[in-house]
């Protein structure tokens, strides 16, 4: 009788010890889940973090865009004026006026009176 009581405390001491590498591993397993579960939840907060910061530079570098735009607009207007006066410029007539306003010239045809102070 003494050797079925050795082999039922054997059994039951494997048993337990089964039980409770069983228990470790569960709360091994759980420990690893908990883990994931924070790794993932800190790497999503993380992304969208980033995807904020993104956001925020993309709109910082569209409204340089339209400041740098408005830039071009206005020196391709004052260009276009420029070049609408080189044009002015080179016209006999823009050269009759300036000859005659400012280098008091007259055309061949006309008189001219002075008067005396």
């Avoid at 016209?91 to 280098?103: G, N, Q, R, T, V």
Wanted: hydrophobic share 45%; proline share 1%; glycine share 4%.
């Amino acid at each position: 009788m003494i050797y079925d009581i050795e082999k039922i405390n054997i059994i039951l001491h494997v048993r337990g010890d089964i039980n409770i590498r069983g228990i470790q591993m569960k709360k091994k397993h759980k420990r690893i889940r908990n883990s994931v579960i924070v790794l993932t939840i800190v790497a999503i907060s993380g992304l969208f973090i980033y995807g904020q910061q993104v956001k925020v530079i993309t709109k910082n570098i569209e409204r340089q865009i339209e400041v740098e735009q408005a830039a071009i607009d206005e020196k391709n207007e004052k260009l276009t004026e420029l070049q609408a006066q080189i044009e002015a410029i080179d016209s006999p007539e823009y050269i009759k006026k300036i000859a005659m306003e400012e280098l008091g010239m007259v055309e061949e045809d006309t008189i001219v009176f002075k008067v005396k102070e």
